[in-house]
């Protein structure tokens, strides 16, 4: 069987594309984003019924729609767009053709049926177990059979994404080490295949439990080893968007690592530590000691946290440091004046940057301490901690990627260059208003996954404070502009991959001999700018900022913890 | 060289570390260490923690507990549906059910006692979250979770759950009545 070597060089940003590659990244985008429109209609009503003056949807549909809401959104959306990286970051990055691209078609058609018959599972109405499907609430078993579909053909994606991995080294593609975006996106694939090993040994005796084969699922390890998948699954995106974040600021800066070592052993870090994460979804159940909640929750000794307060200063600080060689080294923050708050690509990637550290790192290590979760656990504190990580942080640094794909893999011009513009501050903003009020209401103790904070037609009674009240409105409010904002995304890709002006793709071929350097000029040491021998003051100072906030942060919660009733 | 180049150093690993990023990896590491180390410190200094005290229960047991202790305790009912109101001798062990879609029995509690209060679910999972003062845990069926709590402040509690449990999750409410003895 003849093997396809017909690649084409992009004459815009000098990449190399395998032919199959480039058509699996485009259908693995496309689909993304169809389940992102699905996702974003759902969020609709589950945040219009969340919102009390509205309170839109009665309480089955609204529950129906939280569970295709969160389905379609943090694992069909998320993990299509995630193939989509793991084979641009091999095939594409490494100037190296696709290992296998049929086993790799047959994973997507897998992921395609999965995603249909979980989400037909749902629409019949008997599988409105939320995302989690905790036992023993049964669903139907399609449910869980889309979801197994699914996850093997993510699987097959990971083994593709590593088969040309071995392809490159093997035909000596590239020259050394992979690049440290290559790098990210391999850490992101070895996180999926224990997330997707995990979800295999808790999903498929659930399956056979829903049709009768297994007479009992213990819903302690249920939890216990769903959470390995569940929150496993996040730490896929982290390291995919951390790698994107990179990535841009290579594409847009032509930035290089800091030092190679440093942002590569953060990513390490997260291979060896991120999977005990699953331990803060069950710091308050039974059955658990102290000592297994301490040394899991906190990754090992916050060894995980440790390398996202890296990346959270390398990312920034390669940016800092390319701006300066540029000539931008006046003062602090000049580089971050006269950054390019004008193209999507950017501004998405710094605004996903800002949120995911700000708001959605420091709310997640707060409520992830042993103690302080008493406090936090299944408010909905918690589903605003996510949207800050999740959206704010995934998906806006994917949408941003998506500026800059549209162009260079699609090959077409972007309509509605203005909206573009605005487009990540819309979205951004909105979202990152939208977690910090969800949190607010959390600590007021409002439940997630709750039809009617008024808790109409219950014998007893209660009343949440009017404050509360106030924030949920402005959760539905924030909602709606966000949801906006991610219409706003839909609209100008699909409108441009249907209707851009086309540009040129250059000819398919023989892939070049030599490799180039496809991005800006070679940038070596930078030893000579920034303030007093350091060579990113300014990002050192927003980085001393981040801490000082978290401490203030960290000290209010074990402060209140500290003034409820004694527990233990 | 570039972050989507290969490292343009073959030995980049030789690369002398930033001075930015050593001095913010050694500040970030001891932060993340203190951190960890409150969780412990906590155990031993501090007043809101869970014990390791669990055990496994069927629901019909631990149903039977329950009702021994409202049986022996009830003081009065409240409502059309007649829940009872149960007044538990200080530091007893207390039996809260879990079920669709009731938090039972009502319990009135003496202020600045202690009690041991333990939870488990009949059917799905639940979540108690004491309101306001917002603490929340895990009720898990075929588990029986002990803990121990001294209310300091006489009142109104309400318990809501917060665990999706169907479609009356929103009508699942119990009540914990703080009573202040000495006033």
Redo the contacts between chains.
């Keep these: 069987m003849a093997i396809n070597r017909i690649f084409r060089t992009d004459p815009i940003s000098g990449l190399l594309f395998h032919q199959p590659a480039e058509t699996l990244m485009k259908a693995n985008a496309v689909a993304g984003v169809v389940a992102l429109l699905v996702g974003g209609l759902l969020a609709i009503v589950v945040a219009l019924t969340r919102w009390p003056a509205v309170h839109l949807a009665p ?2 549909s609204f ?1 129906q729609a939280l569970t295709a809401h969160g389905i379609d959104m943090l694992i069909i959306w998320i993990i299509f767009f995630e193939m989509a990286i793991l084979y641009f970051c091999s095939s594409t ?1 490494l100037r190296s053709r696709l290992a296998t691209p049929r086993i790799a078609w047959l994973g997507f058609a897998l992921m395609v049926i999965g995603a249909i018959t979980t989400n037909l599972a749902i629409l019949k109405g008997d599988s409105s177990v ?1 995302m989690t499907s ?1 036992v ?2 049964p669903a139907n078993p399609n449910f869980y059979l889309g979801l197994i579909l699914f996850a093997v053909g993510a699987l097959l994606g990971c083994f593709v994404f590593l088969g040309t991995l071995v392809i490159a080294k093997e035909e000596r593609t ?9 790098f990210g996106a391999t850490t992101a694939c070895i996180i999926a295949i224990f997330t997707i090993a995990s979800g295999a040994i808790i999903l498929i005796p659930t399956y056979l439990w829903s049709i009768g084969l297994i007479s009992n699922i ?3 390890m249920y ?1 216990t080893i769903w959470w390995a998948l569940g929150h496993s699954s996040q730490q896929i995106n982290v390291s995919a968007h951390i790698a994107v974040w ?2 841009i ?3 847009v800066f ?9 942002s590569r052993m953060a990513f390490l870090l997260y291979i060896l530590f991120l999977q005990l994460a699953s331990a803060h979804h ?9 000592e297994w ?2 040394f899991n ?2 990754y090992a ?3 995980a ?2 390398a996202s ?2 990346h959270g ?2 990312v920034p ?2 940016i800092e440091v390319a701006q300066r060689l540029k000539g931008f080294n006046k003062g602090l923050f000049e580089w971050l004046r006269k950054a390019p708050w004008g193209n999507p690509v950017f501004s998405g990637m710094f605004i996903s940057l800002i949120g995911f550290g700000f708001l959605g790192g420091i709310s997640g ?1 707060v409520m992830g ?3 302080i979760n ?6 909905i504190y918690v589903p605003g901690h996510f949207h800050a990580t999740v959206v704010i942080g995934t998906t806006l640094a994917f949408m941003s990627l998506t500026y800059f794909l549209i162009p260079v893999l699609f090959k077409r011009e972007l309509i509605l260059p203005r909206l573009a513009q605005w487009q990540p501050y819309l979205f951004g903003i909105s979202m990152s208003v939208f977690s910090l009020v969800m949190m607010g209401a959390g ?3 409002v ?6 904070m008024a ?8 009343e ?2 009017a404050t509360a009240y106030l924030l949920m409105g402005v959760v539905g409010i924030t909602a709606v502009v966000a949801v906006v904002g991610g219409a706003a995304f839909i609209l100008i890709t699909v409108g441009s991959i249907l209707f851009g002006k086309r540009l040129p793709q250059g000819s398919y071929g023989a892939p070049a001999p030599a490799p180039q ?4 000029v ?3 040491g ?1 030893g000579h700018v920034g303030i007093k ?5 300014g ?2 100072v927003l ?2 900022t981040f ?1 000082a906030l ?2 203030a942060y ?1 000290a209010i919660n ?1 402060k209140y ?2 003034s ?5 | 060289m570039s972050s989507i180049l290969p490292p343009a150093q073959r030995v980049w690993w030789n690369q002398p570390v930033d001075r930015i990023e050593i001095t913010w990896v050694l500040v970030a590491l001891a932060w993340c260490l203190f951190m960890f180390f409150m969780m412990p410190l906590w155990h031993i200094y501090g007043r809101q923690n869970l014990t390791n005290e669990s055990y496994r229960i069927s629901p019909t047991a631990y149903a039977a507990k329950s009702k021994e202790m409202v049986d022996k305790y009830t003081v009065r009912t409240e409502t059309e549906q007649k829940i009872p109101v149960v007044h538990p001798p200080v530091g007893s062990d207390i039996y809260l059910v879990a079920r669709l879609w009731a938090w039972e029995p009502l319990l009135e509690l003496e202020k600045d006692k202690t009690y041991r209060l333990h939870l488990s679910s009949m059917d799905y999972q639940h979540g108690f979250s004491l309101q306001p003062i917002n603490v929340n845990f895990q009720v898990v069926p075929g588990y029986e979770m002990v803990v121990t709590l001294t209310p300091d402040k006489a009142g109104e509690y309400t318990i809501v759950c917060n665990e999706y449990c169907g479609i009356g999750h929103h009508t699942m409410l119990g009540k914990i009545y703080v009573v202040d003895k000495k006033g």
């Design positions: 309480a089955d529950y990055l939320m905790y023993p609430m590239y020259e050394g080490s992979i690049p440290l975006v290559t213990d819903p302690l939890r990179y990535a600021a290579a594409i032509g930035a290089t690592p800091m030092s190679e070592k440093v069950i710091l308050v159940d039974p059955g658990h000691t102290a909640r301490i929750t906190s000794m916050y060894l946290v440790l307060m890296v200063l390398t600080g390669s290590v301490t042993e103690q008493l406090i936090i656990h299944n408010t600590t007021l103790g439940a997630r996954r709750h039809w009617d808790f109409t037609g219950a014998p007893l009674g209660y949440y404070p350097a496809p991005m800006a070679a940038i070596e930078h021998g350091f060579s990113a003051p990002t050192l980085a001393f801490l978290f401490m960290y074990w913890l500290a409820v009733w004694h527990f233990g």
